[in-house]
């Protein structure tokens, strides 16, 4: 009996930690993940990215020209990542080729793990209580 409690107790050690340790990123670190690994990807002449935030369900990428670009995530549609001149670039597979969210991206592997990121964003997003008093 007591060898049986004490693998039990061994076995319950290993597993919670474990499972603690796959806990899902929460909007901020997901945010913080995919700024910090977009600055590095992205390439585009002399252009380089300040910042990507999300409000609501719209997602906004600043870049140091000033411009800035805006995608709604909460489309019910898979994310592709396509090969284009410029790099890669994450947009949903129903979206023309120029509406993508994501683009100019050097490598393939950036490119996939943008668009792992962005998927979980979107999860997170999507069952988010609405703060906006006046959206639809």
Same mark, same amino acid.
């Given at each position: 009996?007591?060898?049986?409690?004490?693998?039990?107790?061994?076995?319950?050690?290993?597993?919670?930690?474990?499972?603690? @340790?796959?806990?899902?990123?929460?909007? @901020?670190? +997901?945010?913080? /993940?995919?700024?910090?690994?977009?600055?590095?990807? /992205?390439?585009?002449?002399?252009?380089?990215?300040? +910042?990507?935030?999300?409000?609501?369900?719209?997602?906004?990428?600043?870049? !140091? %020209?000033? &411009?800035?670009?805006?995608?709604?995530?909460?489309? !019910?549609?898979?994310?592709?990542?396509?090969?284009?001149?410029?790099?890669? &670039?994450?947009?949903?597979? %129903? !979206?023309? %080729?120029?509406?993508?969210?994501?683009?100019?991206? @050097? +490598?393939?592997?950036?490119?996939?793990?943008?668009?792992?990121?962005?998927?979980?964003?979107?999860?997170?997003?999507? +069952?988010?209580?609405?703060?906006?008093?006046? %959206? !639809?």
């Amino acid at each position: 009996m007591k060898n049986f409690f004490l693998c039990f107790l061994l076995a319950i050690g290993i597993v919670i930690p474990t499972i603690a @340790q796959n806990a899902g990123l929460n909007k @901020q670190q +997901t945010m913080a /993940y995919i700024n910090k690994l977009y600055k590095v990807a /992205y390439h585009y002449k002399d252009t380089k990215v300040d +910042t990507v935030t999300v409000d609501g369900k719209v997602l906004t990428v600043f870049l !140091s %020209s000033g &411009q800035h670009f805006r995608s709604d995530i909460a489309k !019910s549609d898979v994310l592709v990542i396509a090969r284009v001149k410029s790099g890669y &670039q994450i947009r949903f597979k %129903s !979206s023309p %080729s120029t509406d993508e969210i994501l683009w100019a991206i @050097q +490598t393939e592997d950036d490119a996939k793990r943008l668009k792992n990121a962005l998927e979980h964003l979107i999860k997170i997003v999507k +069952t988010e209580k609405k703060t906006d008093p006046f %959206s !639809s």
